[in-house]
């Protein structure tokens, strides 16, 4: 079955960096996209970052543009978000999906990321 594992949340100070990683069993990961999602409380899940099964194309939402990158290595059966520069605001459960941004079908339990000072 599809499973997707987070890890490499934590507590960030703003301006400190951290990076996710989420690895794939269960379907043949070279031919998917894949997606990071994040929810904070009270608000609604915010598409962070996607990348192509390829990975010659990725996508990044405004809010996080020039301070997070997306990158995979299928070998190893891993996305990973690799976030610097990072804000209070930042604050969120991350996770990862397969597929392209709302178009995925499967999602991790999430990796909390905390960011304060």
């Known amino acids: 079955q599809v499973q997707l594992v987070e890890s490499g949340g934590g507590l960030a100070q703003p301006g400190g960096s951290l990076r996710l990683s989420c690895a794939a069993s269960?379907?043949?990961?070279?031919?998917?996209?894949m997606s990071w999602a994040r929810q904070a409380p009270g608000k609604g899940r915010e598409w962070v970052s996607g990348?192509?099964?390829?990975?010659?194309?990725?996508h990044y939402a405004d809010s996080v543009k020039g301070r997070f990158t997306i990158y995979r290595d299928d070998a190893r059966n891993t996305v990973y978000l690799q976030m610097n520069s990072l804000k209070p605001e930042d604050t969120a459960l991350y996770y990862c999906?397969?597929?392209?941004?709302?178009?995925?079908?499967?999602r991790g339990q999430g990796t909390q990321v905390t960011v304060s000072s």
């Open positions: 990348i192509y099964n390829d990975g010659s194309g990725t």
């Open positions: 999906a397969r597929g392209w941004l709302g178009y995925s079908s499967y």
């Open positions: 269960g379907f043949t990961f070279s031919r998917y996209s």
